[in-house]
């Protein structure tokens, strides 16, 4: 069984950064993606960004150019740089990690962008 945990969000102003980590342990069988989701209050889970295990990376419309995946294989760790924030960002952010046999999920981190 695989374990997610992040860590990383917070309260920022629009136009700061924030950057969020996911750390994998357990049981963990390569090769397997890695997602970032994320919900915000009314709204469904939408994808943000993902990198798979040969590091093509993939983002969402609205993220594009302000976000950055990036993975550490060696410690099972992805990471998400989000730079100029907008408050259209706020929402829990979900790392999710993904192969052809198991799926597992994070307990989701708060990011609120606010003056």
């Known amino acids: 069984q695989v374990q997610l945990v992040e860590s990383g969000g917070g309260l920022v102003q629009p136009g700061g950064s924030l950057r969020l980590s996911c750390a994998a342990s357990g049981s963990i069988f390569r090769p397997y993606a890695m997602n970032w989701y994320r919900q915000a209050p009314g709204k469904q889970r939408e994808s943000v960004a993902s990198?798979?295990?040969?590091?093509?990376?993939n983002y969402a419309a609205s993220v594009k150019g302000r976000f950055t995946i990036s993975r550490d294989n060696a410690k099972n760790t992805v990471y998400l740089q989000m730079n100029s924030l907008k408050p259209e960002d706020t929402a829990v952010y979900y790392c999710?990690?993904?192969?052809?046999?198991?799926?597992?999920w994070g307990q989701g981190t708060q990011v609120t962008v606010s003056s």
């Open positions: 999710n990690f993904r192969s052809t046999t198991w799926s597992a």
């Open positions: 990198v798979t295990s040969l590091g093509a990376t």
